[in-house]
């Protein structure tokens, strides 16, 4: 008869040695890059190229109440943008690639809100390029 601790032991083990290598190497493919305005400014434009499973998480600070609004146009159409809160690595709370590629609404939490931009898998895969354009402003 198996012992239910063992086998949880067993499976929490596989989980350790199998699974966890590879979030630790997704994340070591992302390039983080913050984002500043100018001085007196709240918005900013970013022009960026992306390679293959590229992925670039830019990172500005803003606070919850704030209006953000992100537009972005790429010259490869399998090029998107997730946006994230504050603290979250994985979930995004706007996804480009089930909606448009413009984003404009109210921040729910204050710190350091991620826009990471990537290429769909299969286009990653294929290593293709993408040019693309980020226009992002935040207001009060």
């Known amino acids: 008869m198996n012992n239910p601790n063992s086998t949880f032991r067993l499976f929490f083990t596989a989980v350790l040695i199998f699974i966890l290598p590879l979030f630790a190497f997704s994340q070591e493919q992302i390039e983080v890059k913050k984002v500043e305005f ?45 946006l994230m809160a504050p603290g979250e ?36 895969r294929r290593n293709e390029v993408a040019d693309f354009k980020l226009e992002i402003s935040i207001e009060d």
């Open 38 to 82: 100018e001085k007196g400014k709240s918005s900013a434009m970013i022009s960026g190229k992306l390679k293959g499973e590229q992925i670039i998480d830019y990172v500005l600070n803003a606070k919850a109440g704030q209006e953000i609004s992100v537009k972005f146009t790429s010259s490869n159409s399998a090029n998107y943008f997730n």
């Open 89 to 124: 690595e994985y979930v995004a709370f706007y996804n480009s690639s089930m909606g448009e590629n413009s984003y404009q609404g109210k921040l729910e939490k204050s710190g350091d809100q991620r826009i990471r931009v990537y290429l769909m898998r299969s286009a990653a």
